[in-house]
């Protein structure tokens, strides 16, 4: 099985930093009882930052921006399930 193409990793940086302000806004915006707490989301965050999937903020197994999945609690890795578990 191939893995998704994300588009959005052909981004330039000027568009990847009009997007980002984007991404904070939504994040801020995810209900405080959906979200998982400031720590939590610096830990996954910190394993993301170490994969070979990641794609400048964007998750290469599905395309989805990391910041986003990562800051809900029912977030998870698309590739190994278990990798966000402490």
Known sequence: MSRPFCKKCMWTKEMLEKERIKVEEYVSRIPVEERVCDSEYERRLLICGKCSDRRAGFCGQCGCY???????????????TDKWKE
Request: proline share 7%; hydrophobic share 35%; aromatic share 6%.
């Open 66 to 80: 990391i910041e986003i999945r990562a800051a809900r609690k029912t977030g998870y890795c698309p590739g190994i």
